[in-house]
């Protein structure tokens, strides 16, 4: 910074208890960010008071500050000290393995991420004005320079943004694409206004799904706020459960996250539930921001067919059209989605190596891995089920 700049002074605390609330999210959910809801005090403070973080968990919050000279937040990087490369989806297991077979330690590591989420955003908060870009080279720096001073291998910002992703290209980050599949609100109306815009093949295959779900006698809605009761939450994180101990060995959220999350962002929350004569069978846990609703967690206790695309993905579009909102993100992998109108778009990872020969070998993998993703999007793009032109 110039001379004359004001002086930014960096931190780490252990806990957002060490931060005012409105001050985080002056920062986290700044114009930009979409009010994202994972980026928000409210969640990740969540987290961290139902101990679904914590050293115990390989999640160790080590959240970086920026401040100006009175103390005031003029950034944040939501940062945590991991033991393991679990719920992440950016996967380095690779990395860590040649690392450490080359006599190298890769754990702990440095993450600025959102735990568990693979939902893209901001990782550099800036309050906005004039500092904020300054504040956010600021924080690239000193993340690098906390991996240099303490000897840990690398920092990873999983999820971040294009721009931010451009940004810390510019500062010699190693950068790396993934893909999801997103929804796009194209001016729908209706979901029969939506299915208009298939091919008829995929139309007549989304028909059979939700017809399919409807003959077995299941009924599903959506739930909102007020609407969800305890009761509702106790059959939810039954299904979580079961799809976490299936699918990860350990589930990552504690029950008690559940119930803070429900007392503290139902307004955040839209909860499908799917009963069959009165007993919950199965359910998906979305949150919305001011454009989009982010699909996160699903689970079933009873095998119904195509109940996971109807719970997941139809109807999450139903409420979006209705709602205005204009993405559905249903979270990582899944080439299904395709066919259900989720199309490929690219994610953005950034990471920072302090070892030189790591580094070479890092760098030389991405730039083979990155022309490789954007042919795979590019292929995948050929099996949308939207109409051509000429149908």
Sequence with gaps: MPDDSPTIGLRVVDTLAAVDPLQWDACALAPGSGGNPFLSYRFLKALE??????????????YLLAEDSEGGLLGA????????????????????QAFERAGGRYYPKLQAAI?????????LFAR???????VRDAMIDMLAKIAGDNGISSVHATFCTEAEWKRFGEHGWLLRLGQQFHWQNNGYRSFDDFMGALSSRKRKAIRKEREAVRREGLTVKALCGAEIRPEHWDAFFAFYMDTG?????TPYLTRTFFDILGTTMADKVVLVMAEADGRPVGGALNLKGDDTLYGRYWGCLESHAF??????YYQAIDYAVAHGLQRVEAGAQGDHKIQR???????YSAHWIPDAGFRRAVADYLSRERPAVEQEIEG???YSPFRKENE
Excluded: I, N
Aim: aromatic share 12%; net charge positive.
């Design 49 to 62: 008071d139902s101990k679904s973080v914590g050293r115990r968990t390989g999640w160790q919050p080590q």
């Design 77 to 96: 990087v939501p940062l945590y000290v991991k033991g393991h490369s679990q719920g992440e989806y950016v996967f380095d297991h690779g990395w860590a």
């Design 115 to 123: 735990p568990f989420t693979p939902v893209p955003g901001p990782r």
């Design 128 to 134: 906005p004005g004039p500092l904020a870009d300054g």
């Design 245 to 249: 101990g299936r699918k990860w060995g």
């Design 307 to 312: 109940l996971h695309f109807e719970a997941c």
């Design 341 to 347: 109108g989720y199309l490929p778009v690219p994610t």
């Design 380 to 382: 995948l793009m050929q």
